[in-house]
Nanobody, 122 residues
Framework: VQLQASGGGLVRAGGSLRLSCAAS????????MGWFRQAPGKEREFVTA????????YYADSVKGRFTISRDAAKNTVYLQMNSLKPEDTAVYYC????????????????WGQGTQVTVSS
């Protein structure tokens, strides 16, 4: 099982990026999935998560109203649309998947991608 995150890069404050997380090795259509991030010198933190159906989404307060998570079951892919980016959003972003369909906002995910760097300049 592999989760391949992509779409990171360097952007100015106020700009946008769209991250993708493509899953391979098994289908994740019935699994909760999420995005986490880790800034230099800080612990990895929850950003957002989505239920298997896509009907329920959860966001950290710091990104609410700016980030949107979505998924395409047919493509086995989860997306993270990031708008109005701030320098404090700079981090390595990781996608993750659970074996369970239950969404959690903790680190209790079973599969992790390799991370993609997002850098927001001021």
């Amino acid at each position: 099982v592999q989760l391949q995150a992509s779409g990171g890069g360097l952007v100015r404050a106020g700009g946008s990026l769209r991250l993708s997380c493509a899953a391979s090795g098994r289908a994740f259509s019935r699994n909760a999935m999420g995005w986490f991030r880790q800034a230099p010198g800080k612990e990895r933190e929850f950003v957002t998560a989505i239920s298997w159906s896509g009907a329920s989404t959860y966001y950290a307060d710091s990104v609410k109203g700016r980030f949107t998570i979505s998924r395409d079951a047919a493509k086995n892919t989860v997306y993270l649309q990031m708008n109005s980016l701030k320098p404090e959003d700079t981090a390595v972003y990781y996608c993750a998947a659970r074996i369970s369909s239950v969404v959690v906002t903790t680190m209790s995910y079973d599969y992790w991608g390799q991370g993609t760097q997002v850098t927001v300049s001021s």
